[in-house]
């Protein structure tokens, strides 16, 4: 964006809005509960407002730094309602977590298809290298000699990413983004395991996914779809999101999940 179109950009957002509406959870409520075009409305033009102010420099008022601070907590009550419990602890956890590492439930990765078919695939890979008499521990799913195997390709093709997610050329597990709960906490993730095998011959395994809290720049282009109530879906700029690191609103954070299986050869 060159100089003109940044100052035309602030000038417009100053023109545009002269107060800030409080109690975003009320009017995200008034969507979900009565279908209000007006509460939608209100929220969208508050957020496309602060998002024109980020983005061409423009300071932020206290104001406007506590609706955004409220509006990831109405995030959390929305993910706590619609189910997606883990994606709403990871949104207020990024204004109020002072950018402490958390760890978080399992299940929403462990009933993914994409994480139980690398799981499945990576098994595989470690049981080779025990024919083999090479070390299988730790291994991690962007690893060169995982990726070289015909297990791990065939999760990168012939795949339908909707229903069954995809292993990405780095490792990165890709979820399935028919799932919204996993989609919403986690889109894309490396896994790892660590395995160690007893005198028995069974394995024991004990499986991670670490991930970093964070959002893409405005130059990035990204945005997030929220919906709040059937054909209500609010627009959040992951460049506003991302911004609130630069205003002392919200941290960048690290989080993990973690589970275990005992398995046989």
Same mark, same amino acid.
């Given at each position: 964006?060159?100089?003109?179109?940044?100052?035309?950009?602030?000038?417009?957002?100053?023109?545009?809005? +002269?107060?800030?509406?409080?109690?975003?959870?009320?009017?995200?409520?008034? &969507?979900?509960?009565?279908? %209000?075009?007006?509460?939608? +409305?209100?929220?969208?033009?508050?957020?496309?407002?602060?998002?024109?102010?980020?983005?061409?420099?423009?300071?932020?008022?206290?104001?406007?730094?506590?609706?955004?601070?409220?509006?990831?907590?109405?995030?959390?009550?929305?993910?706590?309602?619609?189910?997606?419990?883990?994606?709403?602890?990871?949104?207020?956890?990024? &204004?109020?977590?002072?950018?402490?590492?958390?760890?978080?439930?399992?299940?929403?990765?462990?009933?993914?298809?994409? &994480?139980?078919?690398?799981?499945?695939?990576?098994?595989?890979?470690?049981?080779?290298?025990?024919?083999?008499?090479?070390?299988?521990?730790?291994?991690?799913? %962007?690893?060169?000699?995982?990726?070289?195997? =015909?297990?791990?390709?065939?999760?990168?093709?012939?795949?339908?990413?909707? %229903?069954?997610?995809?292993?990405?050329?780095?490792?990165?597990?890709?979820?399935?983004?028919?799932?919204?709960? @996993?989609?919403?906490?986690?889109?894309?993730?490396?896994?790892?395991?660590?395995?160690?095998?007893?005198?028995?011959?069974?394995?024991?395994?004990?499986?991670?996914?670490? %991930?970093?809290? +964070?959002?893409?720049?405005?130059?990035?282009?990204?945005?997030?779809?929220?919906?709040?109530?059937?054909?209500?879906?609010?627009? @959040?700029?992951?460049?506003?999101?991302?911004? @609130?690191?630069?205003?002392? &609103? =919200?941290?960048?954070?690290?989080?993990?999940?973690?589970?275990?299986?005992?398995?046989?050869?």
């Amino acid at each position: 964006m060159g100089i003109e179109k940044i100052a035309t950009a602030s000038n417009k957002c100053l023109e545009d809005r +002269d107060n800030i509406p409080g109690a975003p959870l009320w009017q995200m409520g008034k &969507v979900r509960l009565l279908q %209000s075009q007006a509460s939608f +409305d209100l929220i969208q033009n508050t957020v496309d407002y602060l998002a024109c102010k980020g983005q061409s420099g423009r300071p932020f008022t206290d104001d406007e730094k506590e609706f955004m601070t409220e509006l990831f907590e109405a995030l959390w009550w929305g993910g706590t309602i619609r189910g997606y419990a883990e994606a709403a602890r990871l949104a207020d956890h990024y &204004v109020n977590g002072r950018g402490q590492s958390i760890k978080i439930g399992s299940t929403v990765y462990q009933t993914s298809v994409i &994480v139980k078919d690398t799981m499945i695939a990576l098994k595989a890979y470690i049981k080779e290298q025990v024919t083999k008499k090479r070390s299988f521990t730790p291994l991690k799913s %962007s690893d060169a000699g995982f990726l070289q195997t =015909a297990q791990a390709r065939s999760l990168q093709h012939g795949r339908n990413f909707q %229903s069954k997610g995809r292993l990405l050329p780095n490792g990165c597990l890709l979820a399935e983004q028919s799932n919204q709960r @996993l989609k919403n906490t986690d889109n894309r993730f490396f896994l790892s395991v660590s395995t160690v095998r007893n005198a028995n011959g069974l394995f024991f395994s004990t499986w991670k996914v670490e %991930s970093l809290y +964070d959002f893409e720049p405005f130059s990035a282009g990204h945005v997030t779809n929220i919906p709040l109530a059937d054909g209500f879906v609010l627009k @959040l700029p992951d460049g506003l999101s991302q911004h @609130l690191t630069t205003i002392g &609103v =919200a941290q960048d954070f690290a989080y993990a999940a973690t589970w275990t299986e005992w398995w046989e050869k």
